[in-house]
């Protein structure tokens, strides 16, 4: 298995979290309750596209693969464009407001 292309990769990897792709998950619940301080997931990468060129997929070079029926991809390099962790929910329409 070589890597998909970029289509096949969005349909199949559908727990990627960018300003372009909220899995459900993320909509779901927070991350981390700090003090009286409740904090949400926050998009990892600006696109489906920045997320796809940082990712290594099963039958990459540099991908370790647990066996071969190991079908999870492997993420580098995020760029946090809303930081790290946010106060509310992160939804898509926020990010053109």
């Not at 289509?7 to 990897?13: H, L, P, T």
């Not at 489906?48 to 993420?75: L, M, Q």
Request: proline residues 7%; positive net charge; aromatic residues 14%.
């Amino acid at each position: 298995m070589g890597r998909p292309s970029f289509a096949q990769a969005c349909a199949r990897y559908i727990h990627r979290f960018t300003m372009e792709h909220v899995p459900a998950w993320a909509a779901r619940r927070p991350c981390d309750d700090v003090g009286d301080a409740t904090w949400y997931y926050a998009p990892q990468f600006l696109s489906d596209r920045e997320w796809y060129d940082n990712t290594v997929f099963p039958g990459e070079p540099g991908h370790s693969a647990i066996s071969k029926r190991d079908t999870s991809c492997y993420t580098t390099g995020q760029t946090w464009p809303l930081g790290q962790h946010l106060a509310a929910r992160y939804t898509k329409q926020r990010a053109t407001a």
